[in-house]
């Protein structure tokens, strides 16, 4: 089976090269596309937990700093950001699972092995439940 990187046209070496920015460019992306699409893409996965990582990453930075510092505020309203656009496209998702369960379900099972899974394991238990 290919590797879900390739699928997206994208080889492991470009994924470790992209930048924190770019990997929320890329979520932004398919959080828009997700929203505007009126059936269920491909899961982004690894930009969900690769911007999960950098808003733990943030988080840690920002407990160092100085409380007053008005950096601080800048990264935190930065990381609210982040989180929202995360959360909504998780939301996004789920509604879809949840309003289509019978036909995602059916989809995932009529699915060969080398067609592009929409739902990520996590997902998919979800959709079972």
């Known amino acids: 089976m290919a590797d879900i990187d390739e699928i997206d046209g994208v080889s492991d070496e470009e994924v470790e090269?992209?930048?924190?920015?770019?990997?929320?460019?890329?979520?932004e992306e398919a959080w828009?596309?997700?929203k505007f699409s009126p059936e269920l893409l491909e899961a982004k996965?690894?930009?969900v937990d690769c911007m999960l990582e950098q808003v733990t990453e943030m988080e840690e930075n920002i407990k160092r700093a100085k409380k007053g510092d008005f950096k601080v505020v800048l990264h935190r309203m930065e990381i609210d950001r982040i989180r929202?656009?995360?959360s909504s496209y998780l939301r996004c998702r789920l509604k879809k699972i949840?309003?289509?369960t019978t036909h995602v379900l059916e989809q995932e099972s009529n699915r060969k092995e080398e067609d592009v899974c929409h739902l990520?394991?996590?997902?998919?238990t979800f959709a079972k439940e």
């Open 17 to 27: 090269a992209l930048t924190a920015g770019e990997v929320l460019q890329k979520l």
């Open 32 to 34: 828009l596309n997700e």
């Open 84 to 86: 929202y656009v995360l």
């Open 45 to 47: 996965t690894d930009l």
């Open 98 to 100: 949840e309003r289509y």
């Open 120 to 124: 990520s394991p996590e997902e998919f």
